[in-house]
C-alpha cells in the first residue's frame, strides 16, 4: 500500500479526540512555526512542496496565499471551505468527521501565515454529525489554547467560527459563499477583484479547502520536498478520490497523484458491480466530461485528466456500468444543477431550465429531431458567459454523453424509449 | 399557542448571536438553524420573533430562509425523510428506494402521513455517494440502505414517534 498522508490515523478510535491526535504526532507542526517561522516562510514552504487546491480547481495553495496583500490595513480572513456538495464527492466529510484537529491545526497555520486573526469553517448544512465533531474539536483547541488569544505564548490570536449553511451548492463557490457568510442569498460576485484583495467583509480573504489545509501540519512537519516528491511533478502529494457507483467496493481512497484510473477502479474498487462492462466514468465529480473505457489507463492527476478530456476536479470518481441510460445521466444531473443555479445569470438560470426541458422531453418519449442540436446550442451559450463556475459545470453532463453516446439520444428520440434496458433496483 | 414561539433556549442562543460576528448579518444563517433545530421547519411566524431578537429587519432572515432549500417552510412529519436522488445514488437503486418508502408509508412525495409521523422528499446530493443508497432522516444520516434496513428503521421510527412527547426534532 502506497504511504498515506491524511488517512494515517483515519481508522483509529478516537482520532477524533485530540488526545489521541496528540498521541498520534499531531499539534507539533503548529508550535514549530510560531517558534521558527515568520508567515512568509510558511507560505514559501507551502509553495514549495506544490500544494495544488483539493476542491477543484487546482490552484497552487501557497501561491494563493502570497496575493494577501501585507500592507493593507484591513483585518484579513480564512475561509475553510467544508460545503462539499459536488456530486460523487465525499471526502472532507470523512476528513472533518474522523480526523477534525489536523483540519484545524492546518487552518490555524495557513490562518497564521496570511496573519488572519478570524476564520470561518463554512460547512454544508447537512452534516449535522460533522458540525458537532468540529464544534467539540474546536474547544478542544481552544483549551490547550492552540486557538484563542497569545496562541503558546507567540503573541499570535486567533478565533474560529463554525459557520453551517443552507442546504446550496452554490456556496461551495468562493464568492458566493462569502455573500452567505455576510447573511445574503448566496449569488456569486464578479471577479476581479479577487477575494485575496477583497473578500469577506471587504476585506484580504483567502479560503481553501478541507482536504487542502488538512495536508498542511505534514508539509511543516516532514518538509516541501518529502511532499513534493510524490505523486508527478505539477501534481505533488496525495489525493483522495471518492470512489462511488457501480463499483464493488466504493470509498475514500487516498493515493499518490498519478495513479491510474484502471488500478483505481479495479485494484482498490475491486471492479465493476455484479461484474458488469464498463461504460463510462466521470472522473473529478459531477462537473467534469465522462470518460469511455479506452481512457481507463489515464493517470489521475491535474494534467493528465486533462489531456484524456475532462479534468481532475474533486476527484469524485463515478463509475456507470454498461445498464446505465446515458439520457437518463444527462437529465438527471442537469436536474440538479438547474435547482442549484443562484439564478443570477441568464445563461445559467434560463439555459439549465431549457436544457432540462428538453432531457425530460426526450426521457419521456416525446423528443423531437433537432433536440440534439439544439442541446449542444444552448451548451455553447453557457459556457464562458456566466459570473462563477457554475454554468461551465452544467454544460459536460449533457455535451459529453452527447458526444460519446449520441446514438443514445438518436434511439431515444426514434423509438421513443430507452436504449438499455433495465433500471438499478435497491434489494 | 405557545407550542408555536420561540423556546427560551431559542431565545439565549438566538442572543448569543447577536453580537458574535464581526457584521450581525453574519448572524442570519445561523438563527435560520436555531429556528429550524426547535420547530423542524422555518415558517414566518418564527423568523418575525426571531428578527426581533438578533435586532435584524425580518425581510432579511426571510429572503435568506427562501433561498436555503435545506429549511422546509412548512411543518413536515416528526421524521422528515429526506432521500439522495443524484447519480451515485440513483446507480445504486435511489428511485426505487423512494419508491418503496412511499408504497410503505402510503404517502405522496412531501406530504405528512395521517399519524403526523413522516414526510419523505428527494434531495439532492449529501455527499454520501460511497455508501449509496441512503436518506437523511432529520440530521442523522442512514446509508448502504437495503429493504431489510429500512423496514427495520421504520418500525423503529414508528414506535419511539408513538411514544409520549416523541422524538427530538
Known amino acids: ?427 | 399557542m405557545n407550542t408555536m414561539s420561540l423556546s427560551k433556549e431559542s431565545i439565549e442562543k438566538l442572543q448569543e448571536l447577536k453580537d458574535k460576528f464581526p457584521d450581525r448579518r453574519t448572524a442570519i444563517l445561523p438563527a435560520l438553524h436555531v429556528v429550524y433545530d426547535q420547530f423542524g421547519y422555518v415558517g414566518d411566524e418564527q423568523l418575525k420573533e426571531a428578527a426581533e431578537v438578533v435586532e435584524l429587519p425580518y425581510v432579511e432572515l426571510a429572503e435568506n430562509a427562501s433561498f436555503y432549500t435545506m429549511f422546509p417552510k412548512k411543518p413536515v412529519g416528526k421524521y422528515f425523510i429526506q432521500v439522495c436522488t443524484n447519480l451515485s445514488c440513483a446507480l445504486l437503486g435511489a428511485d426505487s428506494l423512494v419508491d418503496y418508502l412511499l408504497e410503505k408509508l402510503n404517502v405522496k412525495l412531501g406530504e405528512i402521513t395521517p399519524d403526523g409521523l413522516f414526510t419523505v422528499v428527494t434531495v439532492e446530493c449529501l455527499g454520501s455517494c460511497g455508501s449509496a443508497p441512503m436518506m437523511q432522516v432529520n440530521d442523522e444520516y442512514h446509508e448502504n440502505l437495503t429493504r431489510e434496513r429500512v423496514d427495520e428503521l421504520l418500525e423503529e421510527f414508528r414506535r419511539e414517534g408513538t411514544k409520549k412527547g416523541g422524538p427530538p426534532s
Open chain 1, 1 to 427: 500500500m502506497p504511504e498515506k498522508i491524511l488517512f494515517k490515523y483515519i481508522d483509529e478510535p478516537g482520532q477524533d479526540t485530540i488526545k489521541v491526535y496528540m498521541k498520534n504526532g499531531g499539534y507539533t507542526a503548529l508550535p514549530k512555526v510560531l517558534k521558527e517561522y515568520t508567515p512568509d516562510q510558511v507560505t514559501d514552504i507551502v509553495k514549495e512542496s506544490g500544494l495544488r487546491g483539493r476542491g477543484g480547481a487546482g490552484f497552487p495553495a501557497g501561491v494563493k496565499w502570497s496575493f494577501v496583500p501585507k500592507d493593507s490595513p484591513k483585518p484579513k480572513y480564512l475561509l475553510i471551505n467544508a460545503d462539499e456538495s459536488e456530486p460523487g464527492t465525499f471526502k472532507d466529510r470523512q476528513l472533518l468527521e474522523r480526523d477534525p484537529h489536523q483540519l484545524i491545526e492546518g487552518s490555524i497555520i495557513a490562518a497564521y501565515a496570511v496573519q488572519a486573526h478570524t476564520g470561518f469553517i463554512y460547512i454544508r448544512g447537512e452534516f449535522g454529525y460533522g458540525a458537532k465533531q468540529l464544534l467539540r474539536a474546536l474547544s478542544e483547541a481552544e483549551e490547550k489554547n492552540f486557538l484563542g488569544k497569545n496562541i503558546l505564548g507567540s503573541g499570535y490570536d486567533l478565533t474560529i467560527h463554525l459557520h453551517r449553511g443552507g442546504g446550496a451548492y452554490i456556496c461551495g463557490e468562493e464568492t458566493a459563499l462569502m455573500e452567505s457568510i455576510e447573511g445574503r442569498r448566496g449569488l456569486s460576485r464578479v471577479r476581479p477583484p479577487y477575494p485575496a484583495i477583497v473578500g469577506l467583509y471587504g476585506c484580504p480573504t483567502v479560503i481553501n479547502n478541507v482536504e487542502t489545509l488538512s495536508n498542511v501540519p505534514h508539509i511543516i512537519n516532514k518538509g516541501a520536498e518529502w511532499f513534493a516528491s510524490m505523486g508527478t511533478r505539477k501534481s505533488t502529494g496525495t489525493k483522495i478520490f471518492s470512489l462511488s457507483g457501480q463499483v464493488k467496493r466504493p470509498g475514500n481512497y487516498e493515493l499518490p497523484m498519478g495513479i491510474s484510473l484502471r488500478e483505481l477502479i479495479y485494484e482498490y474498487g475491486g471492479g465493476i458491480f455484479e461484474d458488469r462492462e464498463l461504460k463510462a466514468v466521470i472522473p473529478g465529480g459531477s462537473s467534469t466530461p465522462i470518460l469511455t473505457p479506452d481512457k481507463l489507463d489515464v493517470k489521475l492527476d491535474f494534467e493528465s485528466v486533462v489531456e484524456a478530456g475532462s479534468m481532475l476536479g474533486s476527484a469524485g470518481v463515478i463509475v456507470m456500468d454498461e445498464t446505465t441510460c446515458m439520457v437518463n445521466v444527462a437529465w438527471r444531473l442537469t436536474r440538479f444543477y438547474q435547482h442549484e443555479s443562484c439564478g443570477k445569470c441568464t445563461p445559467c438560470r434560463e439555459g439549465t431550465y431549457w436544457m432540462l426541458k428538453i432531457l425530460e422531453r426526450i426521457e419521456n418519449g416525446k423528443g423531437e429531431s433537432g433536440d440534439v442540436e439544439l442541446l449542444l446550442d444552448i451548451c455553447n451559450y453557457i459556457e464562458g458567459y456566466t459570473v462563477c463556475p457554475l454554468g461551465d459545470a452544467a454544460v459536460p453532463a449533457v455535451r459529453s454523453t452527447i458526444e460519446h453516446f449520441q446514438e443514445e439520444y438518436d434511439y431515444h428520440i426514434r423509438n421513443k424509449t430507452c436504449m438499455v434496458k433495465g433500471k438499478p433496483v435497491f434489494k
